[in-house]
C-alpha cells in the first residue's frame, strides 16, 4: 500500500478534502501522489459520497486565465436542435431560484440595453409613438385628404377610413422636428409603393423626394 493511499484512510481525511476543502479527485491525487481512481476507491471505501458531474463545481471559484480559457473554447459554438430538445427536456417543470432569476435579469439588461442595440437612435420611437397618438393623426389626415385619398405613385384609391393609404415623410421623421407636422412634408403612398421607396430599389426615389423636399420648404422659408 502506497504512503499515499495510507494518508487517505486515515479517519476524517479523504472526507476534509474532499467534502470540507471541496477538492476534486483530480486534484485529491496530485496532493497525495496517488491516481485519481485510487481516491476515488478510497472515498467510496470510507463512505464518503462522491458528487455528481452537476454538483462536481459548485462553490468553486474559477480563475481568470480559466474563464478566458472556456470562453475561446466555446466561441463559435453551435448547439444542435437535438441538444436543445433534451436541455429543455431536462429543465421541464424546474423554476429558477430567487437568485438566479436576478441574475437572468440583470445579464438581460445588460445585453438588450438602449445605448447597445444597433439600431438605438437616442429615444426617436419614444418620440414618434407620442407624436403618433397627439399630432400625426391630424398630419395623416390632412394629407390624405389635400392628396385625394389617392397614391402619388400609382393610380390606386382608398376609402377615407382605409389603412393601406400610408402617408410618408419624405424628410424623415428622426432627422428634422420641425418638419414632423409639416404637410408638405407628407405624401400619400399606397402600401405597396410605401415599402418600394423604402427598399433597396427605391433607395434613390426616396433621397430625390428628400432632396426635393427639403428644396422646396427651404425656399419657402426664405420667402
Not at 4 to 22: C, E, F, T
Request: with cysteine.
Amino acid at each position: 500500500m502506497t504512503a499515499g493511499r495510507k494518508l487517505l484512510l486515515q479517519p476524517g481525511v479523504a472526507h476534509s478534502l474532499y467534502i470540507d476543502h471541496h477538492l476534486s479527485l483530480y486534484e485529491i491525487a496530485l496532493l497525495v501522489k496517488v491516481s485519481a481512481e485510487t481516491v476515488r476507491r478510497v472515498c467510496l471505501s470510507v463512505g464518503v459520497e462522491l458528487r455528481g458531474s452537476g454538483e462536481a463545481n459548485i462553490g468553486r471559484t474559477r480563475s481568470a486565465e480559466t474563464r478566458e480559457k472556456i470562453s475561446r473554447a466555446l466561441k463559435g459554438r453551435v448547439i444542435s436542435q437535438e441538444t436543445r430538445k433534451r436541455i429543455g427536456i431536462s429543465n421541464s417543470g424546474k423554476s429558477p431560484s430567487p437568485e438566479a432569476r436576478q441574475k437572468m435579469s440583470q445579464a438581460g439588461t445588460r445585453r438588450f440595453s438602449k445605448t447597445k442595440q444597433w439600431n438605438w437612435k437616442g429615444g426617436v420611437a419614444g418620440d414618434r409613438d407620442e407624436w403618433r397618438y397627439r399630432e400625426g393623426r391630424r398630419w395623416k389626415a390632412m394629407c390624405r385628404k389635400r392628396d385625394g385619398y389617392e397614391c402619388q405613385l400609382c393610380p390606386s384609391t382608398f376609402e377615407k377610413s382605409s389603412k393601406l393609404l400610408h402617408v410618408h415623410h419624405m424628410v424623415p421623421f428622426a432627422d428634422c422636428v420641425e418638419l414632423r407636422s409639416n404637410t408638405a412634408n407628407g405624401i400619400c403612398l399606397c402600401s405597396e409603393c410605401h415599402r418600394f421607396v423604402h427598399s433597396k430599389d427605391g433607395r434613390s426615389l426616396l433621397q430625390a423626394m428628400e432632396h426635393r423636399t427639403r428644396r422646396l420648404l427651404l425656399e419657402a422659408a426664405a420667402q
